[in-house]
T-cell receptor, first 112, second 115 residues
Framework: DAKTTQPTSMDCAEGRAANLPCNHS???????VYWYRQIHSQGPQYIIHGLKNNETNEMASLIITEDRKSSTLILPHATLRDTAVYYC?????????????FGTGTLLAVQP | GAVVSQHPSWVICKSGTSVKIECRSLDFQATTMFWYRQFPKQSLMLMAT?????????EQGVEKDKFLINHASLTLSTLTVTSAHPEDSSFYIC???????????FGPGTRLTVT
């Protein structure tokens, strides 16, 4: 079973920041938080991952709470092309048993 | 990011026939690949873990004799759906783990329709 809880759907206005929350209260000490997104009828696309520090790359920022029980993915300036299902996943980074178990994700709809 | 390809991108076959789907890592060697299945309006479901040079590890409830997985090289894993039935119609997606960085990259998926 997935170890994360996400809202089913969210709306965001184009050009505004999209903040997608994720709860992972049972995360263990060596598990990372991964974010992927899936645009309709395509394979998932890697966005970002982190352990305990906040992370930023060209796509997004990942904010992880100090107790690591929740995190927020931030798309700073959402565009229509960011409309997708966003999956928050916890797992062992690079480990031999690094299976990514997908939950139901959040459908982000960016509105013009 | 790294590129993972799948072939074919879509396939239509008749009930009772077998279909082979290929998954290739194009710019890295993947000792571990994963196969997922996704039904309409549902999330991805992990089917099996494919390990180069050894037998695949199947998730609970996935029939290993129906979904044959072969990972004969560090850049290629294949999934064969044997004796396909209409209920096997789905979107099949593979991923490959980059052993250097540890990230997993996903292929574009293969749409299987069994008539």
């Amino acid at each position: 079973d997935a170890k994360t809880t996400q809202p089913t759907s969210m709306d965001c206005a184009e050009g505004r920041a999209a903040n997608l929350p994720c709860n992972h209260s049972t995360i263990s000490g060596n598990e990372y938080v991964y974010w992927y997104r899936q645009i309709h009828s395509q394979g998932p696309q890697y966005i970002i991952h982190g352990l305990k520090n906040n992370e930023t790359n060209e796509m997004a920022s990942l904010i992880i709470t100090e107790d690591r029980k929740s995190s927020t993915l931030i798309l700073p300036h959402a565009t229509l092309r960011d409309t997708a299902v966003y999956y928050c996943i916890v797992g062992n980074y690079g480990g031999a048993t690094n299976k990514l178990i997908f939950g139901t994700g959040t459908l982000l709809a960016v509105q013009p | 990011g790294a590129v993972v390809s799948q072939h074919p991108s879509w396939v239509i076959c008749k009930s009772g026939t077998s279909v082979k789907i290929e998954c290739r890592s194009l710019d890295f060697q993947a000792t571990t690949m994963f196969w997922y299945r996704q039904f309409p309006k549902q999330s991805l479901m992990l089917m099996a873990t494919s390990n180069e040079g050894s037998k695949a590890t199947y998730e609970q409830g996935v029939e290993k004799d129906k979904f044959l997985i072969n990972h004969a090289s560090l850049t290629l894993s294949t999934l064969t759906v044997t004796s396909a039935h209409p209920e096997d119609s789905s979107f099949y997606i593979c991923s490959a783990r980059d052993p250097q960085g540890g990230e997993q990259y996903f292929g574009p998926g293969t749409r299987l329709t069994v008539t």
